[in-house]
C-alpha cells in the first residue's frame, strides 16, 4: 500500500509542476467511468488542499456533467522519467463555467487557453503517493498544439454551436449544463 497524507507537501508540489500530464478520473453512479488525459499549462496548485484546472473544449464534456451529480474526482499523476512515482489527488470538485461568479477570480490562475470553457475547483482531501515500478518510462518530445491551434480559429458564436452540439449531454446522456452556465445573455 502506498502512503497517503492529508495534503499536498511542498515535495509533491514540486513532482507535480514537472509532470507533463494528468489523468481525471469521474463518474455518477449510474454512468461510465471517465478517464481522461490533460495537459498543456491547465494545473494549478493553490493551497496544500485545493487545486484548479483548466478545461479546454474537447469531443465529450463528461466531467462537468459527472461532477454535478456526483463531485468525487481522482487526479493522477505518473512518473515517466526519474523515480517511479504514482500520485492520487482524491478530492470533491465544482465545475466553474464562464458565466459563473467565480469564473473571473479563478481565470486570473490561468493564460486562458483557447476554447476553455470550466474551471475545476478541487478541494483536496486525501494524497496518496505509490510506488509506480511497472510504469514505463516515456521520452516528453513537446506538446500538442492541435487542439489550441483548432479553437483559436473560432470566435465565441462558433465555439457557443459546437458546445450546443458536441458538449451538452455525456456519452450516458447527462446534462453537462454547458449552454445554460456558459453562454453569455
Aim: hydrophobic residues 40%; aromatic residues 10%.
Amino acid at each position: 500500500m502506498g502512503q497517503q497524507f492529508s495534503e499536498i507537501s511542498t515535495k509533491i508540489q514540486e513532482f507535480i509542476h514537472k509532470q507533463k500530464i494528468f489523468f481525471v478520473g469521474t463518474a455518477t453512479t449510474d454512468s461510465r467511468v471517465n478517464i481522461s488525459p490533460k495537459g498543456m499549462d491547465s494545473f494549478k496548485i493553490i493551497n496544500a488542499n485545493r487545486v484548479l484546472w483548466l478545461n479546454v473544449t474537447g469531443s465529450g464534456n463528461e466531467t462537468a456533467a459527472h461532477v454535478e451529480q456526483s463531485p468525487r474526482m481522482t487526479i493522477m499523476f505518473a512518473a515517466f522519467e526519474g523515480s517511479p512515482i504514482i500520485l492520487r489527488l482524491y478530492g470533491t470538485a465544482k465545475a466553474i463555467h464562464r458565466n459563473d461568479p467565480q469564473w473571473d477570480e479563478l481565470s486570473q490562475h490561468f493564460e486562458l487557453l483557447p476554447g476553455a470553457r470550466q474551471i475545476f475547483d478541487v478541494k483536496i482531501d486525501l494524497v496518496q503517493k505509490s510506488c509506480g515500478m511497472a510504469v514505463p518510462f516515456f521520452d516528453f518530445q513537446g506538446p500538442r498544439d492541435q487542439l489550441k491551434e483548432w479553437a483559436a480559429k473560432k470566435d465565441q458564436a462558433e465555439m457557443e454551436d459546437y458546445w450546443a452540439t458536441k458538449n451538452q449531454t455525456t456519452i450516458d446522456g447527462k446534462p453537462t449544463l454547458i449552454m445554460q452556465k456558459s453562454v453569455q445573455s
